[in-house]
């Protein structure tokens, strides 16, 4: 069974600054696909960032960066110049395998807090 | 708005008791996905429709059911409640199987059984 893994405790990041997520991912599939989501205390899931296991560049998408490394199996989320908007929880999710067409279901890590402090 | 519906946003029942929790996706989304997040288990998937059809079963109890009508949206009843199944659920649709077809959540429901 594929295993997402988020170890870090809360952390509390100064505003402007960087932030980097840590998620290690277990898989025996070489076609996956690695997704990170934000949910704020507001309680909904805003989608991020998505890499695909064949995909040669990071994925970047505005100040959200995916450290891609396939061989370590990790994806690690890379917030610039942090907001105090960016606070929240972040989960890492992976693609399971898809078994037959329409079957992409998605496999969550714990999740990681994130409070951003002016 | 992410363009997934759901509703209501808040349900307060006793245990025991049935509910029915409703979705509607983003248009043009075939595949309809439930999930429950709690403290405890985190993000679990519950179970997939895909055009109507079910498509994928994750850990969801024998007392929970769903089904996905021809219109596409998508009901998940929850049946003899108890005080665990209080959690937040989410309804979430993606448009296919491509690899970077991501999903689009609901705002969920937050359910409390007391």
């Known amino acids: 069974a594929q295993k997402i893994t988020q170890t870090q405790p809360g952390m509390f990041v100064q505003e402007k600054e960087a932030v980097t997520l840590d998620c290690t991912y277990d898989?025996?599939?070489?076609?996956?696909?690695l997704f990170w989501y934000k949910q704020p205390s507001s309680g909904e899931m805003i989608f991020l960032i998505y890499q695909g296991s064949y995909d040669q560049q990071n994925a970047t998408e505005g100040r959200y960066s995916l450290n891609f490394q396939k061989a370590r199996k990790s994806a690690n989320l890379v917030i610039s110049a942090s907001q105090l908007g960016d606070s929240a929880m972040y989960f890492c999710?992976?693609?399971?395998?898809?078994?037959?067409?329409?079957?992409?279901?998605?496999?969550f890590g714990k999740g990681n807090q994130v409070v951003v402090i002016p | 708005d992410s363009g997934v519906t759901q509703t209501p946003k808040h349900l307060i029942t006793a245990t025991g008791q049935r509910v029915t929790l409703r979705c509607s996706p983003r248009s043009g989304d075939l595949s309809v996905y439930w999930y429950q997040q709690s403290l405890d288990q985190g993000l679990q998937f519950l179970i997939q429709?895909?055009?109507?059809?079910?498509?994928a079963k994750g850990n969801i109890l024998e007392r929970f059911s769903a089904q996905q009508f021809p219109d596409l949206h998508s009901e998940l009843n929850l049946s003899s409640l108890e005080l665990g199944d209080s959690a937040l659920y989410f309804c979430?649709?993606?448009?296919?199987?491509?690899?970077?077809?991501?999903?689009?959540f609901g705002s969920g429901t937050r359910l409390t059984v007391v």
């Open positions: 999710a992976m693609r399971e395998p898809q078994t037959y067409y329409g079957n992409n279901r998605l496999a």
């Open positions: 898989t025996s599939d070489p076609s996956y696909g």
């Open positions: 429709y895909y055009n109507g059809e079910e498509r």
């Open positions: 979430a649709s993606s448009a296919g199987a491509a690899a970077n077809y991501g999903y689009t």
